[in-house]
């Protein structure tokens, strides 16, 4: 949804473990939408794109199974990170659950501060910027915490928004970025900025990327986008 945030989209029916999971993502700094079953998670998840789902197992309709094969077959869905919360504790449920490509799992009733460290792991991979974790990239190191940019050892003056697109960049060195898929992630979709504003920025970043020399490490896709490398 918004900006650099991970988005976290949770898949519960129960009302009351919906609020609490949303309460303790958010206390986290996490951004996020929940859906009541597994219809309404297929299409947040084409809505909204979020970085994490943690997904009941037992669901109205169709399972947290199913929803998780769904997401893990589709190509546009297949990276995020899936967190299966299932009641049912035995071994042959948790092979099943990885089988479908769950990426982690865990049992009803859980500690609120384990499934939280779990969710922070699974995002240090699909989202290692957002997370604060420390991002190279060639010459290039980022620090989220203290929100410092060096190339080749120098520092380097990044603008907010260049340090969010540098940020996504640097968590996907080599990914094709249209503009529109940077305007949601960095501006956030609640924004209405025009494309070309994106191109403003990326000159901006260009420019203070190559101020003590070096090459332009972020390459023009024509008719894509962008990306690092
Ligand atoms: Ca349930």
């Keep these: 949804m918004s900006a ?3 988005t976290v989209l949770v898949v519960e029916d129960e009302p009351a473990q919906r609020e609490v999971l949303g309460y303790n993502l958010r206390a986290e700094g996490y951004e996020v939408i929940a859906a009541a079953d597994g219809g309404e998670a297929m299409l947040c998840l ?3 794109n979020p970085d994490l789902v943690l997904l009941d197992w037992m669901l109205p309709g169709i399972s947290g199974i199913e929803v998780c094969r769904q997401i893990k077959m ?3 869905f297949r990276h995020i990170p899936v967190i299966m919360i299932s009641a049912r ?3 042959v449920d948790k092979v099943r659950g990885l089988e479908t490509g769950a990426d982690d799992y865990v049992v009803k009733p859980y500690s609120v501060a384990e499934l939280m460290a779990r969710v922070k792991s699974q995002l ?3 989202r290692p910027g957002a997370v604060g974790e420390r991002l190279e990239f060639g010459d290039l190191v980022l620090e989220p915490e203290t929100h410092r940019v060096f190339r080749a050892g120098k520092q380097l003056k990044l603008g907010p928004t260049e340090f969010r697109l540098l940020t996504t960049f640097m968590e996907k060195p080599g990914r094709v970025w249209s503009r529109e898929q940077l305007l949601d ?6 924004i209405y900025v025009d ?3 994106v191109d403003v920025h990326i000159g901006r970043l260009r420019k203070a990327l190559m101020r003590h020399g070096g090459g332009d490490p972020i390459r023009t896709v024509r008719g894509a986008g962008y990306a690092l490398g």
Excluded: K, L
């Design 4 to 6: 650099v945030h991970p």
């Design 46 to 48: 084409r809505e909204s």
């Design 74 to 76: 589709q190509a546009a």
């Design 89 to 91: 504790s035995e071994e």
């Design 124 to 126: 240090r991979r699909n």
């Design 185 to 190: 992630r960095v501006w956030g979709r609640d």
């Design 195 to 197: 494309t070309r504003t």
